[in-house]
Structure formats: C-alpha cells, structure tokens
T-cell receptor, first 112, second 118 residues
Framework: SQTIHQWPATLVQPVGSPLSLECTVE??????LYWYRQAAGRGLQLLFY??????ISSEVPQNLSASRPQDRQFILSSKKLLLSDSGFYLC???????????FGQGTRLTVV | GENVEQHPSTLSVQEGDSAVIKCTYS??????FPWYKQELGKRPQLIID?????GEKKDQRIAVTLNKTAKHFSLHITETQPEDSAVYFC?????????????????FGQGTILTVHP
C-alpha cells in the first residue's frame, strides 16, 4: 500500500534561518507531488507541484523553492525564513489518474 | 482556489440538522469533484467524490450532488453529529491533457468551517 512521510511534525526556526522540509512517498511510481501552506483557520494555498522528476511548477512568488531530486521525494526549501512563512505545511501526492490526493501529516512551522 | 468558489465560509448547525456546502467551478471540462474533511490539527482526508457521469452519490450520512449545466456541486451531511465539526474543502481539478499547461495542478475551494452544536 502507498504511504506518505513528511517530517518534522513541528519546527521552530529563527527569522533568517534556512528551511528544508522533506516528503517521501512509498508504494507508487510517478506520483504527482504537491506542497501546500495553510495559515491558521484558512484555506489550502498551493505552493508548488511536480508531475515528474525535475519538473516543478511554482504557484506563488515567495522566498520558498521546491525540488524533486528523486521520483518519490519532494523537498521544500528556503534560504532565509520570514515571519510570514509561519504556517502549517502539507505535502500531498496523487497517482497518474489524478483523482484522490493523499496528504502527509503536516509540519507546523513557527518562525520567531 | 482560482477555479472553484466555495460557500459558505462558516456554517453552524444543531446536532441532528442537515448541512449543505456548495462549490461552483469554472472549467466545464472538469470531470472529477472530491470533498475533503480536515479535523483540527490533522491532515485533510477524502470523504466522498463524484465523477461527471453521475448526478449524485451517497455514502451513509453524506452525499454529493453535481449539476454540470450550472457547474456546481454540493456536499450534503444529514443527521449531523459533533464529530462532523471540521473544515471541509472541495476541488474541481481542471482536465488537461498530459504535457499541457497546468497539467496535474490541484487547488481547493476556500474551505468551510462546520460547527455542530450538541
């Protein structure tokens, strides 16, 4: 069966520090991968998505970047965090049929 | 989401009442319409979905109806219970051919905070 791993679950980082959040999927090939951010009590903002290795689509201009070094690995990064980067970050994957999305447990990032 | 509008943003009902959340989409080629439930502090999870070749789908107390002509679909929860309290999201992924612009993109409605009072 397919599983998605996202870590860490919580993270407190100072302003100006770098960020690296990792997401891996098991049990499937060629997944479509997604990074979302959710502010408290708000909706799911699509940040990046990837339909294949090295293919990254960016949805929102910001100081974040994403990479997909392997088929089932999706990494969200920042060189210098801002206070406004605080939020709940969710990784998700969908199969090639593009139906149900499966989400990771999420990372609650607090920038202080 | 840029291709789907969801209403209301908040909904408060008494236990046992029904709740209805509606989403309107713009891409007439969309053919898959899921609903997700996100409990506080948890990840969103699919609760029901419908394809464009049917008008209604039911699963116990939840149902989804689709009106392709009007381009809207709704989530119906009957006999609501306190554990139904959560944020609900809809999506209407655009249908694109592989390799086309925005292929694979998935955005969600703004979300509805449902509160069921005991």
């Amino acid at each position: 069966s397919q599983t998605i791993h996202q870590w860490p679950a919580t993270l407190v980082q100072p302003v100006g520090s770098p960020l690296s959040l990792e997401c891996t999927v098991e049990g499937t090939s060629n997944p479509n991968l997604y990074w979302y951010r959710q502010a408290a009590g708000r909706g799911l903002q699509l940040l990046f998505y990837s339909v294949g290795i090295g293919q990254i689509s960016s949805e929102v201009p910001q100081n974040l970047s994403a990479s997909r070094p392997q088929d089932r690995q999706f990494i969200l990064s920042s060189k210098k965090l801002l206070l406004s980067d605080s939020g709940f970050y969710l990784c998700a994957w969908r199969g090639t049929e593009l139906t149900e999305a499966f989400f990771g447990q999420g990372t609650r990032l607090t920038v202080v | 989401g840029e291709n789907v509008e969801q209403h209301p943003s908040t909904l408060s009902v008494q236990e046992g009442d029904s709740a209805v959340i509606k989403c309107t989409y713009s891409d007439s080629a969309s053919n898959y319409f899921p609903w997700y439930k996100q409990e506080l502090g948890k990840r969103p999870q699919l609760i029901i979905d419908i394809r464009s070749n049917v008008g209604e789908k039911k699963d116990q107390r939840i149902a989804v109806t689709l009106n392709k002509t009007a381009k809207h679909f709704s989530l119906h929860i009957t006999e609501t219970q306190p554990e139904d309290s959560a944020v609900y999201f809809c999506a209407a992924p655009p249908k694109f051919n592989a390799g086309g612009t925005s292929y694979g993109k998935l955005t969600f409605g703004q979300g509805t905070i449902l509160t069921v009072h005991p």
